[in-house]
């Protein structure tokens, strides 16, 4: 049953844990047959629990994410599965499954389960913490996807001020220098795409003689990414010199 539940919900990308209903007693565990299946099914939870925690790297992997807004449901995705896994953790039956094996020895299950549910703790936290911080930036980052290609450079300094606030109120996340450079890659790679479908817009323009409107777009795209550049540099300096005299040793 472990393994059917385990598959019907991942086809939904949700992680559930199948919790027998089972009568047990603090002699319960002297029937072998029983303590097995039990042992069995938490060795299963341990590795489902392991699995949602993993799969932030491997989603991360495949999709190739190009700009904020499937930054967020990716984020809003992992934040509600392992909040979700985090409440059947507190399931009553599954607690008196463990509460049965604490009057014996030492059981690896049990004290791998333990563990499993603290770093479940943390993932949670970050995951809520990121979630927050790219909601700040969110209302900023659809605007600059909307905004005519000669309006969106004067939103890029304000871009990089929210940066800023990212990476001061996410301690657990983008405080980290490589979580901080991807999501920095994430917006170059959005601007970028913009500047390419706007010059793909205007390039037959371009081959029937029409110059000014194509050149006009090739110009504001440099400027868009001199400036994205400026702005980084800036950035880098101010995070650097503020980590450098809160003696972060990570930067």
């Known amino acids: 049953m472990c393994v059917t539940t385990d598959y019907c919900y991942q086809r939904k990308g ?19 047959d029983l303590e097995q299946r039990l042992e069995n099914i938490m060795n299963s939870w341990n590795q489902q629990i392991a699995n949602e925690m993993s799969a932030e790297n491997k989603e991360h992997l495949v999709e190739n994410m190009i700009g904020i807004d499937k930054e967020l449901k990716f984020w809003e995705k992992r934040r509600n599965n392992l909040s979700s896994l985090s409440s059947q953790l507190e399931n009553k039956e599954l607690i008196k499954i463990f509460d049965v094996f604490k ?23 970050e995951a809520e913490e990121v979630n927050k911080a790219l909601k700040c930036i969110e209302p900023l980052a659809n605007e600059i996807h909307k905004a ?5 450079s004067k939103l890029i300094p304000q871009l990089f001020n929210n940066i800023w606030v990212m990476w001061w109120c996410s301690p657990d996340h983008y405080r980290n220098p490589k ?10 790679d959005s601007l970028e795409d913009k500047c390419k479908k706007e010059i793909q817009k205007h390039i ?3 081959f029937e003689g029409k110059w000014s409107d194509c050149l006009s777009v090739v110009e504001n795209s440099v400027h868009i990414l001199e400036v994205f550049r400026t702005d980084f540099d800036n950035t880098q300096k101010n995070v650097c010199d503020f980590a450098i005299h809160k003696k972060l040793k990570e930067y």
């Open 14 to 32: 949700q992680t559930r844990l199948f919790i027998p209903k089972e009568n047990l007693t603090e002699h319960a565990l002297q029937d072998k």
């Open 103 to 125: 009057s014996r020895r030492k059981n690896k299950e049990v004290e791998q389960f333990h563990i499993r549910k603290e770093e479940l703790k943390v993932k949670l936290k």
């Open 148 to 152: 005519k290609l000669s309006e969106t």
């Open 179 to 188: 979580n901080l450079k991807e999501i920095i890659k994430k917006f170059a």
């Open 204 to 206: 037959d323009n371009m």
